[in-house]
């Protein structure tokens, strides 16, 4: 957790993606007999790379290392990839192992499997094959079983574990191993499926209504504001949970009286939201580099390897990788699980503050550790069940017209609802079809199924 006292100081879409013609192709197939004037649209249309801002480019050219060029081509490569990995891991079922992109512009995409018979369908996809021991499925068990052991006996000692796609394995970083080997005694996890490496972190909360905008807690300390929501007519903002309780009087950058904390879970998980008075209106941004405006247009996770950027209320604007999903990270207050390590810095005050891919929302800062100038490792709460759970609907730049209550069928007809967050599996109906949902996120105006084959499949 990353949070400091109130005492304390204050694309353009390129047409050179490597895995761009393969979906584009799947996406064509997956629209076969879809209604008269339906658009479907390739995963980089979809994710609005070409919203992708100068002042966000500069922020992947200076910590990425990259060119422009490159960084261009690296959000529209990340963007097909992550639908491309997505109708495999259907495609595969039981055999898919996981799915992450390497190399400067993410033109690498490599999909796990554990049957050496699907590489033929995974190259003809585009994709590089691998095949391993361990199925994605039977890894989250296994990571599944730890965090159970860690709810009876959590240990600092054994801060953070991880599914490691790359590895085929469950990592447990630990700073003891007698800790390591306690934790892993508590469980009837398969071995094999475990690795221990040894690490010096220590993560902590990162204490210290645009995303990464400064807001203050009544009882003192200050934060960084997440995402801009609504849940009806109210406006707010969600953020970290270990930043206030249910109940707990906010104020803005300005020290204004900005609104309460409605609801607030941690340990466990780390979320919460505010909600806002009459004075603040929530607006569809994320504070830049230099104050400049980052769009969001929606909220699909992002690949294993793919870039991401943090803003905060402490350090301000940086960006790297994702390096893990569905991590597990111990605090001296708890484990928190389901969150996702990145290779981003940040420092006290920059808790609760944005994590964004191009111009999708990915979750809301936890903790880490080290800082941003010796670099460090960092943490956030994926973006999608936070607004599940709370039931909220993530501010874009999408203008949506009037979608109406999030709870309303969406048109022509059928279950798919504008507001609504789906997991990866979900099947709705719509125009009298059926569709799976590849990606995670919330459903928004123009993302109806026939006009999203990188996030719906129809069967």
């Given amino acids: 957790m990353l949070h400091r006292h109130a005492k304390a100081a204050g ?19 997956q629209q076969d007999g879809t209604p008269p004037g339906a658009v479907a649209h390739t995963a980089a249309d979809t994710l609005a790379v070409s919203a992708a801002q100068p002042e966000l480019l500069r922020a992947m050219q200076r910590d990425l290392g990259l060119t422009r060029a490159q960084a261009e081509r690296r959000l529209v490569n990340e963007a ?28 690498t995409l490599t999909v796990a499997t554990t049957r050496a018979a699907d590489a033929a369908a995974i190259r003809a996809a585009g994709a590089e094959s691998r095949t391993v021991t361990h199925n994605l499925a039977e890894l989250d068990r296994t990571k599944a079983a730890l965090d159970r052991a860690a709810e009876r006996n959590s240990s600092t000692d054994v801060p953070v574990w991880y599914v490691d796609v790359r590895a085929n394995a469950v990592v447990v970083r630990a ?10 005694e508590a469980t009837a996890a398969d071995r094999d499926r475990i690795r221990v490496v040894p690490t010096g972190e220590q993560p902590r909360p990162l204490y210290d209504i645009r995303g ?23 406006q707010g903002f969600a953020t970290a949970g270990h930043c206030g309780r249910a ?43 230099g104050g400049q405006n980052i769009q969001v247009t ?86 999608n069940p936070l607004l599940q759970g709370y039931g909220l609907t993530l501010k874009t730049t999408v203008d949506p017209g009037d979608p109406g209550d999030p709870g309303d069928p969406g048109e022509p007809g059928g279950t798919w609802a504008a ?28 993302w109806e199924p026939p006009n999203a084959p990188a996030l719906w499949q129809r069967l």
């Avoid at 204004?256 to 998980?269: C, D, I």
């Fill in 11 to 29: 694309v353009g879409a390129a047409a050179a993606a490597l895995v761009l013609t393969t979906l584009q192709g799947a996406a064509s197939a």
């Fill in 298 to 383: 929606g909220s699909v996770q992002q690949p294993v390897g793919a870039s991401i950027c943090r803003s905060g209320s402490t350090t301000g604007w940086h960006c790297g990788t994702i390096s893990q999903h569905n991590t597990s990270v111990t605090y001296p207050e708890g484990t928190i699980s389901g969150v996702t390590r990145t290779t981003v810095c940040a420092e006290p005050g920059d808790s609760g503050g944005s994590y964004i891919s191009g111009s999708q929302a990915q979750g809301v800062t936890s903790g880490g550790s080290g800082d941003c100038r010796s670099g460090g490792t960092t943490y956030h709460q994926p973006v």
């Fill in 212 to 234: 990464g905008d400064a807001y203050y807690m009544g009882g003192g300390g200050r934060c960084s504001v997440g995402f801009a929501v609504t849940r009806g007519t109210t």
């Fill in 175 to 184: 700073v003891e191993k007698a800790a390591a080997q306690t934790l892993i």
């Fill in 247 to 289: 109940g707990t009087a906010t104020s803005g950058y300005n020290q204004v009286a900005q609104g309460t904390f409605q609801a607030s879970t941690f340990p466990g998980r780390d979320t919460a939201w505010v909600a806002t008075n009459g004075n603040w209106t929530s607006t569809p941004y994320v504070k830049g580099q």
């Fill in 80 to 107: 097909e990839a992550g639908a491309t990995a997505a109708v495999l891991r259907q495609r595969l079922g039981g055999s898919f192992a996981g799915a992450w992109v390497e190399g400067a512009d993410s033109g």
């Fill in 419 to 446: 507001g609504t967050v789906y997991q990866a599996g979900a099947q709705v109906t719509y125009g009298g079809a059926t569709y799976r949902c590849l990606q995670g996120h919330q459903a928004q105006a123009g």
